[in-house]
Each structure stands twice: as C-alpha cells, then as structure tokens.
C-alpha cells in the first residue's frame, strides 16, 4: 500500500516519457492501466528489458481506439477514473476527441497529466520528437557539455530526459489530486510538461547565467574547453578544483572542490602542492578562472601519477571530496547503489508462458527514487502480457 492507494490511473503512452509518469504512480500505489492497441506499445518489441521497466505493476488493456467501440469503453473507464495520463501528440489526441478541454468538460472530477515533445504551444507544439531531440538536443544541454567545433554523443543517456520528465509529471498530478481534495470546488485540472521544458529546466544552471549575460551584459559562460596533447579529452572546467581527472589505470576521478577557496587547501596539500594557497595565480577564485587551462593541466599531471587506490588513501587522509566516475556496467554492482535501493527484483509473472517465448527477462529494474516511512520502493506485480487485465477491467467498468 502506497500514499495513492485507491487512486485509479487510466494511461495511454507510448515509448518511454508517458509510460515512466505512469510507472512511478504505480510505485506509489495507484491502480495504473494501461492502454494498449491491439499491436501492442511499441517499446515491446523494441525492448522487453526497456517496456517491463517502465510498466511493471500496470494492468494491460487492449483498445481499438479507431473504433467507436474501443473509444466507448476508453470513456466509460474515465468516468470510473481518478487521472488519465498520455503522451501522445496534441492533434492525435485532438481527432480522438481526447484533447485537455473535451476531457474536462466530460469529466470534469478527472486529473488530465499531458506530456509532449515540445509544448502545447508555439510553432514546433506538434512536431514529433523523443528526449535525444527535444530535451538534450534544442534545449541546449547536449552542446553545452561539448567544446566549439565538438559534437553531442548521439544520446548521452538513453531515457535520461524521458524519466526525468516522466517523474516530475507523476509529481505534478500528486499536486493536483491533493489541490482536488482540499478543494472540491476545482474539481480536477490539467497538468502539464514536456521534454523541453525539462530538458531547459535541468540546463537552468547555465541557461540562467546567459540570460543574466544578456539583461546586464556581463560576459558569458565560456564555452568547453579541452587540453591537447597526454591529456587530450580532459574538460577545462571553470573551476578546475571541481572536475573529472583520469588516474593511473585509467579510472576517472571527480574532484568535488565546488567552494573553491574552501577546498584549495586540501586539494592542494593531498596533490602534492601547498604553495597553491599563496601563488598568486591560484590563491583567488577569479584568478584561478583567469588561469584555469593552466591548473588544469597541473591537477591532470599530478592524478595521472597514482592509482585510484592510492588517492583514496591519500584523499581521505587530506579530507578531499571526490567520488569515481564508473560505467553502467559497474554501477549495477556497486554496494552502495544496492543498499541505497536503486534496484528492485521483477515479480516473476504466474503464468511465464505469456511471455514472448526464448527473450530473456530481467530479474532486477531499476526502483522509483523514492521511499516513503522509510520503506524501499516494492513493485505492484509482475509486468503483464499484452492484453492480459482486458476482460476483467471492462467488466469492472
């Protein structure tokens, strides 16, 4: 039992974004079901591992919705409903007779959660688009971690933005079933996102230090830069005591030295370097922002001469704040990751022949990043067969 226990979801997603608002929901307790045509969602047969992550513990159901039948039976299990969720496009929506402003006329107690590419507004609002395009690519995030003349990874994580956004959504329909409780009068509402608006939201750091370039003329962000040469890939930050550095071996250190002047004199004394905190080109912040290529370049020497091991012994000795920057692969085995909750076992469906025959099934997912009283996030059910709650949930209806 979870804080939206008895709250009744009916979601129509596709892909990833839709289907992540609707997961997290379910996390917490809600009866989610899920809208399927008769094909099935896509990401079910682009990725099993991908689908039954973000639509565990979700009941299935198969609609026609080109038929009146299917769009019959959608409405009648709105009427029943406490939120409907949906990421697909405005103007599809719109020619189902599914848009915002028909939903709330026809069910007006009924929290509508909608999630597009780019807006319900301006010149690109029915432009398609995944998370690669509009929350890393137009958002400006991609190019701002990429010196001049670079070139964005073609998706620096795959579904980052989708359930980033996908989770905040789950959020803002909490929002508004509490505002419907506390006042009847206001009935439900629409909420609303997109990828966009979150991909720029999370890009606010840098976006916000431009935008105050432009009211006061002050100087903007300096672009990415890279050293040359043995340390050709290392980023010069604006702030080389905060950073990523490769050590002897090849791991990659992050110095955490995000209040410089408070940290300079450990990352200096632990480097090897006391004379730091007095050379005048690295005592201040402002100079060590007029000469960061050239301390980045000391720090990068200095950490590419010992192991990881061995700046841990010296690091904790010194008090630096650092931590390691590690690949997928030995994330899912890092022990604090697994104490944290970061992952949570697949419930082994009751009748496994449902399942697509020889595709293997993953036993663990990764957990919703929230707790409530304490207690880890536990999955509703296992993920259910195309089609499988159809009969039972219309029925109900």
């Not at 998706?155 to 980052?160: E, L, T």
């Not at 200095?302 to 192991?307: N, P, R």
Request: charged residues 20%; aromatic residues 6%; glycine residues 10%.
């Amino acid at each position: 039992m979870g804080p939206l226990d008895g709250i009744r979801v009916i979601e129509l997603t596709t892909m990833v974004a839709g289907p992540a608002c609707g997961r997290a929901l379910a996390d917490w307790g809600a009866t989610v079901i899920k809208i399927e045509p008769p094909g099935g969602d896509s990401m079910r047969k682009l990725s099993l591992p991908a689908f039954a992550a973000d639509n565990v513990g979700k009941l299935s159901v198969v609609l026609d919705l080109k038929t009146d039948d299917g769009l019959d039976a959608l409405g009648k299990l709105l009427a029943t409903s406490d939120v409907f969720v949906s990421n697909f496009r405005t103007q599809a929506l719109d020619r189902l007779r599914l848009g915002s402003a028909v939903l709330t006329e026809r069910y007006p107690s009924l929290v509508i959660a909608m999630l597009t590419a780019y807006g319900s507004a301006g010149p690109d609002k029915d432009r398609p688009g995944y998370d690669l395009a509009a929350y890393w690519a137009r958002s400006g995030l991609a190019m701002a971690m990429v010196p001049e003349g670079g070139m964005p990874q073609e998706n620096a994580g795959p579904g980052v933005g989708d359930h980033t956004t996908g989770t905040a959504l789950a959020g803002a329909v909490s929002a508004a079933l509490l505002a419907r409780e506390r006042h009847p009068e206001k009935r439900g509402g629409t909420v609303s996102t997109s990828l966009l608006r979150m991909g720029t939201y999370v890009h606010s750091g840098d976006t916000n230090r431009h935008l105050h370039s432009l009211a006061t003329g002050s100087p903007q962000t300096p672009l990415p830069e890279q050293l040359g040469g043995e340390h050709s890939g290392q980023m010069i930050s604006t702030n080389p005591l905060c950073g990523p550095y490769r050590a002897l071996g090849g791991d990659v250190i992050v110095l955490l030295g995000m209040e410089s002047q408070r940290h300079l004199p450990a990352i200096a004394a632990a480097l090897g370097f006391p004379e730091w905190t007095s050379d005048d080109r690295f005592n201040t912040r402002m100079q060590r922002f007029k000469h960061r290529r050239e301390l980045t370049q000391l720090i990068a020497d200095a950490i590419l001469t010992k192991t990881l091991a061995e700046w841990e012994l010296i690091f904790a000795e010194h008090d630096v704040w650092y931590d390691v920057s590690q690949r997928t692969a030995s994330a899912v085995d890092d022990p604090q990751l697994i104490a944290a909750g970061c992952f949570v076992p697949l419930p082994e469906h009751p009748d496994a022949k449902s399942q697509q025959e020889g595709t293997p099934r993953p036993t663990m997912v990764v957990a919703s990043p929230f707790d409530f009283d304490g207690r880890q996030t536990e999955l509703g059910g296992p993920l259910g067969s195309l089609g499988e709650h159809t009969a039972d949930v219309l029925a109900s209806a």
